[in-house]
């Protein structure tokens, strides 16, 4: 049966007669979970989800949202919409899903009845913390802590997390680099009052074409990912912004070029520390470059970068925010860079449920305040993150991941091999994407994934993404993997 798509005709999902993969015999990590995608509706949105975004756009702005959900009847790596689609969801919540949806293991953390004070209300964390906060923080987020930090600080998001991570790096490049460690002076105090110098200094953040570190002022100014995010709100525009490594594809076969595209790279971001007329304070960069197309780089890049910093008495910042949390195989990407010195800040967010930063104790402020917002985080998070370590170890999810991506990955490679519609696979664990030819195709092949079943998402001008919870495995892989063929077959 054919669904029309932006103009083009696929077939809707059915079962491939191709011997391209094996059957993954396989069962899933989730209990109970749906067998496969089911598909109501010809068009998308469904009519129930077309009524209820008329009903939103009277409000709100509603044109990102791809359907309405019904979350109760969302089970495991499927997603049903209100007109009871079902959905095999690869793009989780934008890489914020950590167990699937319902997961038993997170019910019952938030059904618990002595868990009902940290639902009823919201305490402001900074002055007035719950009896076990600290028992929580040690028992969760610092039990996960990447190696040489241990100072963490809750947020909200991942953009507050990335902008009170640049806040506690001008802070400390302030008082440890200006001030020899010494507390502001009157003056500062004074002319801060007026946005003037001394108190408030002209600091840059140094970032990376193609980088996505949120949408408040200072993370969009350190942000190249996409114009809309940026125009018409002011910027800093004295932060410098140098070249990521372009890479080739595959990786064995331009080894050279690669590896001097990256001296390039290296070569710029010094040339570009040494001749900035602004003080830069921080540098931040991404393990994998999440909005703007999935983009990578070596170890040994990651590795130079960060002496580079060291070098310059510049803050190193690793936003993980999107690539925190397992999804790569390792539960921080930066890992597999085996730093001897390690980040001074990390950031996160989306699978850890709570947003903030892991830190050096020499990034902590000295002063109260300085590092502050009402709520700090959210405790009823904190449970949900419980929830997800719990059955990380449990389950052994880190090798899962990295069982499930290799087979995956192998999967689309052999498709690639026959359909030259997907190029360019690459990724660590389920963190994978691949290219298309054009940005058009690009969006055409994810509407046609969506009115097959799957629930995908873009990054960059050409890749499609995967981002799926942690119990994503290779029965999915295979079903994702079917559909896909089928798509490209019918063209």
């Known amino acids: 049966m054919l669904r029309t798509t932006s103009a083009l005709k696929w077939i809707r999902h059915g079962r491939s007669s191709s011997t391209l993969r094996p059957t993954s015999s396989k069962t899933s990590l989730f209990p109970n979970e749906y067998d496969s995608v089911h598909m109501n509706s010809k068009t998308l949105p469904g009519p129930r989800s077309v009524a209820l975004l008329e009903e939103m756009n009277q409000h709100q702005q509603s044109g990102a949202v791809h359907f309405f959900v019904d ?19 690869v793009l989780g919540q934008i890489a914020s899903l950590p167990l699937g949806y319902n997961h038993p293991r997170m019910i019952e953390k938030i059904t618990d009845p002595k868990n009902l004070p940290l639902l009823v209300q919201r305490p402001c964390l900074g002055i007035l913390p719950p009896a076990d ?29 990335n902008e009170n991570a ?29 946005n003037a110098a001394p108190g408030s200094p002209k600091l840059a953040v140094l970032s990376f074409d193609g980088a996505f570190h949120g949408r408040l002022l200072g993370c969009m100014s350190a942000t190249h990912s996409k114009a809309i995010h940026k125009v018409d709100i002011p910027a800093f525009d004295d932060w410098p912004m140098v070249s990521f490594p372009q890479l080739r594809y595959p ?28 003080p830069i304070a921080a540098m931040i960069i991404e393990p994998i470059q999440s909005e703007g197309g999935d983009r990578h780089a070596s170890n040994e890049f990651f590795v130079q970068l960060r002496d580079l910093a060291a070098k310059h008495q510049i803050v190193f910042i690793v936003d993980e925010v999107q690539t925190g949390g397992g999804s790569t195989g390792q539960f921080w990407a930066h890992e597999k860079w085996n730093l001897v010195n390690p980040p001074d800040i990390v950031t996160f967010s989306k699978k850890m449920q709570t947003g903030g930063y892991y830190a050096k104790p020499e990034m902590r402020p000295t002063e109260s ?48 091999s026959d359909h030259d519609e997907i190029t360019n696979i690459r990724g660590l664990g389920t963190y994978l994407a691949f290219d298309c030819h054009s940005s058009e195709a690009r969006d055409q092949l994810i509407a046609a994934l969506r009115l097959n079943g799957v629930e995908a998402g873009g990054s960059g001008e050409l890749a499609i993404r995967f981002r799926p919870a942690l119990v994503f495995g290779p029965k999915h892989a295979d079903e994702f993997l079917t559909i896909l063929e089928t798509i490209l077959r019918s063209k």
């Open 71 to 89: 979350y109760g009847a969302s089970r495991g790596n499927y997603l049903v919409d209100v007109d009871g689609n079902r959905y095999l969801d």
């Open 251 to 278: 990786l064995e076969a331009f080894a050279e070029e690669n590896a001097a595209e990256e001296r390039r790279c290296l070569v710029e971001t010094e040339e570009c520390i040494l001749q900035s007329t602004t």
């Open 166 to 194: 640049f806040k506690a790096a001008f802070i400390w490049h302030q008082t440890h680099v200006r001030r020899q460690g010494l507390p502001p002076t009157p003056v500062d105090l004074t002319s801060c009052m007026s």
């Open 369 to 416: 305040y300085r590092i502050f917002n009402t709520w700090m985080g959210d405790p009823a998070k904190m449970l949900q993150l419980e929830a997800f370590l719990e059955v990380v170890e449990e389950d052994q999810l880190l090798q899962h991941v990295q069982t499930t991506g290799a087979y995956l990955q192998s999967g689309l490679e052999r498709l690639s």
């Open 133 to 161: 906060w600290s028992h929580r923080v040690n028992s969760t987020l610092m039990k996960v802590a990447p190696v040489g930090l241990t100072h963490v600080q809750t947020m909200m998001c991942g953009s507050c997390s």
